[in-house]
């Protein structure tokens, strides 16, 4: 069997040959055909204001569907200077640690500049706009990782970028707010008092902790009165086709060292770093493998929420979404994974938990917590409070072989690293202590 260590230098060296070439796009090979948008009855199209606001050919990716999509020379240029492709690492110290028989491999996202996957589909995105000559863009952001990707992307195209922070974040992130900052965007914390509809908002209650759903709203409405372009970093299929490249240059990797996984593993808030990793797998590997999906206990979309037409965003700005929901209206606790805190998911991964393709679960802070403990204490990386939730299921999964003693392979995204979240997880150690 080949070395990783030697397989992660081979890729360093000969990253700009390996690097795929290509976006997947599972659209063409969902199980059913994937309800398309819809506009509300009554009213005028939302889908004509998303051909306002998103730039052209992230239009004609969300409704394309060809298997694969090319991905432009400028945007592989980006990618390899933000330090793709990703390191794929076995855990042999959680291994050890959990005594178990199976094999843990995770594809290391949070060795990008941010600290997550999200600046996979930035670039991506912002390239797109910057390719129609405007003058910046706008977006919303929970955890701060989306944020300082459109930030961070904005930069390398020389774009103004406002970031829309969810106002609880904002209030408890300042790390992630000021790096965000440090990469020359503009933070609001959301609601605001620079839209109408954060303004209607902060009337009926001044002291209004935000929601994605209310900060998409804002980050559309200022889009639309300042010619900007609006970018989106999860839910919309678009962008779980940009996130795939982690889920190829997985299947490279693993090739390479001779091995394929038996189970794949990932958090999810829209979907995006699920998809990222598993989309691939899924579409064009999956034989024998299982899918599983990772949730927060206090955001339970998968044991409560509905499959239904909802609205991506607050206000109702965009169109409907036939998805697994909470609800729009819903407002989510000020929780410790601000990136796990969206009411709604995906259209195709709602599509494939529906048909029993992936398997939903869902944990509660004070196991996550535990998991990023043992996890940090066995493999030196502090994980974001996010990929935590899938590092929780990997324990339990490797557990459960060493009763069996089973010798399987798992695969999990590690899509964000957790060293500017450390305020949240000190307020976790004083909760709950050590254990």
């Known amino acids: 069997m080949v070395n990783i260590q030697e397989v992660n230098k081979y890729l360093y060296k000969y990253r700009e040959e390996i690097l795929p070439k290509y976006w997947y796009n599972i659209i063409p090979d969902l199980p059913k055909p994937l309800p398309p948008p819809m506009d509300p009855k009554d009213t005028n199209s939302r889908i004509e204001l998303l051909q306002r606001i998103l730039p052209k050919?992230?239009?004609?990716?969300?409704?394309?569907?060809?298997r694969f999509v090319k991905?432009?020379?400028?945007?592989?240029?980006?990618?390899?200077?933000?330090?793709?492709?990703?390191?794929?690492?076995?855990?042999?110290?959680?291994?050890?640690?959990?005594?178990?028989?199976?094999?843990?491999?995770?594809?290391?996202?949070?060795?990008?500049?941010?600290?997550?996957?999200k600046v996979n589909t930035a670039i991506a995105q912002v390239y797109y706009a910057y390719s129609e000559n405007v003058e910046g863009v706008t977006t919303e952001t929970g955890a701060g990782q989306w944020g300082s990707a459109v930030a961070l992307a904005s930069s390398l195209y020389r774009l103004k970028s406002i970031v829309f922070m969810v106002k609880t974040s904002y209030d408890h992130k300042p790390a992630r707010r000021s790096l965000i900052e440090f990469y020359g965007a503009e933070v609001v914390p959301s609601p605001s008092k620079i839209t109408r509809f954060g303004r209607s908002l902060l009337e009926n209650n001044p002291d209004h902790p935000g929601s994605l759903?209310?900060?998409?709203?804002?980050?559309?409405?200022?889009?639309?009165?300042?010619?900007?372009?609006?970018?989106?970093?999860?839910?919309?299929?678009?962008?779980?086709?940009?996130?795939?490249?982690?889920?190829?240059?997985?299947m490279r990797q693993m090739e390479l060292i001779g091995e394929e996984p038996d189970i794949i593993v990932a958090c999810v808030g829209g979907g995006s770093n699920f998809a990222g990793l598993a989309y691939p797998f899924i579409g064009l590997r999956n034989k024998g493998k299982r899918f599983i999906a990772v949730g927060s206990a206090e955001v339970p979309k998968f044991s409560k929420g509905e499959y239904?037409?909802?609205?991506?965003?607050?206000?109702?700005?965009?169109?409907?979404?036939?998805?697994?929901?909470l609800g729009k209206d819903f407002v989510p606790p000020p929780i410790y994974s601000g990136g796990l805190r969206y009411h709604g998911l995906a259209p195709s991964l709602s599509l494939l938990i529906r048909e029993r393709v992936v398997e939903a679960i869902e944990y509660?802070?004070?196991e996550v917590y535990k998991a990023a403990r043992i996890f940090a204490e066995t493999q030196g990386i502090v994980p974001a409070p996010e990929s935590a939730h899938a590092v929780k299921a990997v324990i339990d999964?490797?557990?459960?072989?060493?009763?069996?003693?089973?010798?399987?392979?798992?695969?999990?995204?590690?899509?964000?690293?957790?060293?500017?979240?450390?305020?949240?997880?000190?307020?976790?150690?004083?909760?709950y202590g050590r254990f």
């Open 57 to 66: 050919e992230v239009i004609k990716q969300q409704f394309t569907i060809d």
């Open 71 to 117: 991905i432009p020379d400028e945007i592989l240029e980006k990618y390899v200077v933000v330090g793709r492709p990703t390191p794929l690492f076995r855990a042999i110290g959680l291994e050890k640690f959990l005594d178990t028989p199976a094999r843990i491999y995770f594809k290391y996202e949070g060795a990008l500049p941010t600290g997550s996957h």
């Open 213 to 250: 759903g209310i900060a998409i709203s804002e980050a559309i409405e200022y889009a639309l009165e300042h010619g900007y372009r609006y970018v989106m970093g999860s839910v919309i299929d678009v962008v779980l086709l940009h996130q795939t490249i982690i889920g190829l240059e997985a």
């Open 308 to 325: 239904r037409y909802d609205y991506p965003d607050t206000a109702g700005l965009l169109p409907l979404l036939k998805m697994i929901t």
């Open 364 to 366: 509660r802070e004070v």
């Open 397 to 431: 999964i490797a557990l459960e072989a060493r009763k069996r003693n089973e010798k399987i392979t798992i695969l999990f995204n590690l899509s964000g690293h957790g060293l500017l979240d450390i305020d949240n997880y000190k307020s976790m150690m004083i909760r």
